[in-house]
Protein backbone atom coordinates (compact mmCIF):
# COMPACT_ATOMS: atom_id res chain seq x y z
CA UNK A 1 0.00 0.00 0.00
CA UNK A 2 1.08 3.34 -1.08
CA UNK A 3 1.44 6.17 2.27
CA UNK A 4 0.34 9.22 2.63
CA UNK A 5 3.95 12.06 2.64
CA UNK A 6 3.60 14.67 4.74
CA UNK A 7 5.97 17.68 4.30
CA UNK A 8 6.58 21.37 5.04
CA UNK A 9 6.64 21.42 8.65
CA UNK A 10 9.51 23.40 10.19
CA UNK A 11 10.15 25.40 13.60
CA UNK A 12 9.10 28.89 13.56
CA UNK A 13 8.35 31.62 15.97
CA UNK A 14 5.22 32.68 16.81
CA UNK A 15 2.72 35.06 13.71
CA UNK A 16 4.73 33.28 11.12
CA UNK A 17 3.00 30.93 8.51
CA UNK A 18 3.96 27.12 7.29
CA UNK A 19 2.38 25.78 4.36
CA UNK A 20 1.89 21.80 4.27
CA UNK A 21 1.71 19.56 1.86
CA UNK A 22 0.15 16.29 1.44
CA UNK A 23 0.60 13.53 -1.88
CA UNK A 24 -2.40 11.88 -2.42
CA UNK A 25 -1.66 8.31 -3.07
CA UNK A 26 -3.11 6.14 -6.00
CA UNK A 27 -5.23 3.92 -3.53
CA UNK A 28 -7.24 6.32 -2.20
CA UNK A 29 -10.64 7.34 -4.24
CA UNK A 30 -10.41 11.20 -5.72
CA UNK A 31 -14.11 11.63 -4.45
CA UNK A 32 -13.29 11.08 -0.62
CA UNK A 33 -12.79 14.41 1.65
CA UNK A 34 -9.45 14.78 2.70
CA UNK A 35 -8.11 16.06 6.04
CA UNK A 36 -5.45 17.22 8.33
CA UNK A 37 -4.86 15.76 11.80
CA UNK A 38 -2.67 16.57 14.27
CA UNK A 39 -1.04 14.90 17.71
CA UNK A 40 0.41 17.63 20.02
CA UNK A 41 3.33 16.23 22.46
CA UNK A 42 1.19 14.19 25.14
CA UNK A 43 -1.96 14.15 23.51
CA UNK A 44 -3.95 12.08 21.56
CA UNK A 45 -4.73 13.12 17.84
CA UNK A 46 -7.25 15.65 16.59
CA UNK A 47 -9.03 17.00 13.50
CA UNK A 48 -8.29 19.92 12.17
CA UNK A 49 -9.72 20.79 8.84
CA UNK A 50 -10.96 18.95 6.06
CA UNK A 51 -11.71 19.84 2.01
CA UNK A 52 -14.18 17.36 0.44
CA UNK A 53 -13.66 16.21 -3.30
CA UNK A 54 -15.77 19.75 -4.34
CA UNK A 55 -13.96 22.14 -2.42
CA UNK A 56 -15.63 22.83 0.80
CA UNK A 57 -14.34 23.47 3.69
CA UNK A 58 -14.38 23.02 7.55
CA UNK A 59 -12.18 23.50 10.58
CA UNK A 60 -11.75 23.22 14.24
CA UNK A 61 -12.82 26.41 16.11
CA UNK A 62 -9.05 27.03 17.13
CA UNK A 63 -7.69 27.51 13.48
CA UNK A 64 -10.30 29.59 11.89
CA UNK A 65 -9.43 32.06 10.52
CA UNK A 66 -5.89 31.56 10.39
CA UNK A 67 -5.59 27.84 8.75
CA UNK A 68 -6.64 27.38 4.77
CA UNK A 69 -7.50 23.87 3.53
CA UNK A 70 -7.21 23.63 -0.29
CA UNK A 71 -6.23 20.72 -3.02
CA UNK A 72 -5.18 20.26 -6.33
CA UNK A 73 -7.01 17.76 -7.72
CA UNK A 74 -4.58 17.70 -10.79
CA UNK A 75 -1.55 17.03 -8.75
CA UNK A 76 -3.16 15.46 -6.37
CA UNK A 77 -2.27 17.23 -3.48
CA UNK A 78 -3.96 18.53 -0.40
CA UNK A 79 -2.46 21.75 1.48
CA UNK A 80 -2.47 23.71 4.71
CA UNK A 81 -2.01 27.09 4.77
CA UNK A 82 -1.23 28.28 8.85
CA UNK A 83 -1.14 31.63 8.97
CA UNK A 84 -0.70 33.48 12.69
CA UNK A 85 0.45 30.75 13.91
CA UNK A 86 0.56 29.77 17.92
CA UNK A 87 2.53 27.54 20.28
CA UNK A 88 -0.34 25.74 20.79
CA UNK A 89 -0.50 24.54 16.86
CA UNK A 90 2.72 22.98 17.41
CA UNK A 91 2.54 18.37 16.75
CA UNK A 92 3.00 16.48 14.21
CA UNK A 93 0.77 17.07 11.36
CA UNK A 94 -0.53 14.10 9.09
CA UNK A 95 -3.18 13.97 6.48
CA UNK A 96 -5.72 11.46 5.59
CA UNK A 97 -8.82 10.48 4.07
CA UNK A 98 -11.97 11.25 5.94
CA UNK A 99 -13.86 7.80 4.34
CA UNK A 100 -10.36 5.82 5.65
CA UNK A 101 -10.16 7.12 8.87
CA UNK A 102 -13.99 6.77 9.92
CA UNK A 103 -14.23 2.95 8.39
CA UNK A 104 -10.99 2.36 10.26
CA UNK A 105 -9.35 1.13 7.13
CA UNK A 106 -6.28 4.02 7.10
CA UNK A 107 -2.71 3.89 7.26
CA UNK A 108 -1.15 7.15 8.73
CA UNK A 109 1.78 8.44 7.02
CA UNK A 110 5.27 9.50 8.69
CA UNK A 111 3.49 13.41 9.62
CA UNK A 112 5.27 16.27 9.34
CA UNK A 113 6.65 18.12 13.04
CA UNK A 114 5.38 21.89 13.30
CA UNK A 115 7.14 23.45 16.25
CA UNK A 116 5.88 26.76 16.97
CA UNK A 117 8.09 29.18 19.40
CA UNK A 118 7.25 32.21 21.37
Known amino acids: QVQLVESGGGSVQAGNSLKLSCAIPENIPRRDSMAWYRRAPGKQREFVAVVTAGGGTNYIDSVKGRFTISRDNAKNTVYLQMDRLKPEDSGVYYC????????????WGPGTQVTVSL
Open 96 to 107: NSVQLVVADRHT
